[in-house]
């Protein structure tokens, strides 16, 4: 989802990239970061300048079912990546999650605050452990970093497999009704913002840990709300649910708050990031380019 945004982002910057997935395409050449021979060759071949680091397992539910999976994947390819990083003198660029922290930070009215990145984090799940493992493996061994943290991440068009995309997928079945959970708060966090506040953060030299989400936070069902408002569905009922309605499909544990700050960057008097509702309709705007057949206005 991220790469799909941060390659284009770079290549109009400027820069060269070399691009890896699991995956060969024509664009992209096959890298498992699990096999730290492989990230060696990768890297000695490009001689990058930084390597940014965007592969993870984010299936909460898979690391959840094989917390090895979670670690090899999360805690050993990036420790794979740190240490060619180090021995070669490299910048690296790891990109974080709000899923390190535990939801429980509130105010004294009992209101959910979001959190800063001089707050401590306390993962309540595996995969929120794995990458939070993997910041420590990036910090013990690189002597030079730059970790960013994202919110709950929008976009990638068709490789969307997160919420946004999974309710816009089920708009192509015509539902009468879509349930949504209102009791988990996050910031939804454009794939296109974050790529360019990335790209600030690199350029601008600062190292050290940075959160990069959209400003404020939404549930699930306000996120949900804002898609069916911006498409124009009306003919679609959204009712709001707890967590238990979903509980055999989602059974990972989740907080109940993975809302950020970005607070290091409001220091600086820096403001990168959107609010979240304006990211949501930028990135529905730039989908509905080629889906237009699931907006409609007057739908029976």
């Not at 004294?108 to 605050?113: K, L, R, V």
């Not at 089920?170 to 506040?197: C, E, H, M, W």
């Not at 607070?263 to 990031?273: A, H, V, W």
Request: net charge positive; charged share 25%; with cysteine.
């Amino acid at each position: 989802m991220l790469g799909s945004d941060l390659v284009p982002t770079l290549r109009a910057r400027g820069y060269q990239s070399f691009a890896t997935d699991l995956i060969q395409t024509p664009s992209i050449r096959p890298l498992d970061v699990r096999d730290y021979a492989a990230v060696k060759k990768a890297v000695s071949r490009c001689k990058p300048s930084y390597v940014l680091h965007l592969a993870a397992e984010t299936d909460v539910e898979k690391c959840e079912a094989n917390p090895d999976h979670a670690n090899l994947t999360n805690v050993i390819g990036t420790e794979n990546i740190a240490f060619v990083c180090r021995d070669g003198n490299i910048p690296l660029v790891y990109i974080g999650t709000s899923g390190v922290f535990d939801g429980r930070k509130v105010n004294q009215e009992g209101a959910y605050e979001p959190y800063t990145e001089f707050d401590d984090p306390n993962p309540i799940n595996v995969y929120g452990m794995s990458k939070y493992l993997a910041e420590k493996t990036v910090t013990q061994i690189c002597q030079k970093y730059l970790i960013v943290r994202a919110g709950w991440m929008i976009g990638g068009l068709e490789r969307d497999k997160k919420f946004v995309g999974k309710i816009l997928s089920q708009l192509r079945t015509d539902p009468k009704k879509i349930y949504a959970v209102d009791d988990k708060a996050g910031s939804p966090t454009y794939t296109r913002d974050f790529a360019n506040a990335l790209l600030f953060l690199i350029e601008s030299d600062f190292s050290g840990l940075y959160h990069a989400a959209s400003t404020g936070a939404g549930t699930r069902y306000e996120v949900a709300k804002q898609i069916l408002e911006f498409l124009q569905r009306s003919d679609i009922e959204l009712i709001p649910v707890s967590s238990s309605f979903f509980k055999n499909t989602y059974p990972a544990p989740r907080a109940a708050s993975q809302s950020l700050r970005n607070y290091k960057l409001e220091l600086r008097g820096i403001q990168l990031m959107p609010p979240w509702q304006t990211a949501l309709r930028n990135y529905l705007a730039r989908w509905t380019q080629t889906n237009a057949d699931i907006r409609h206005q007057n739908r029976t």
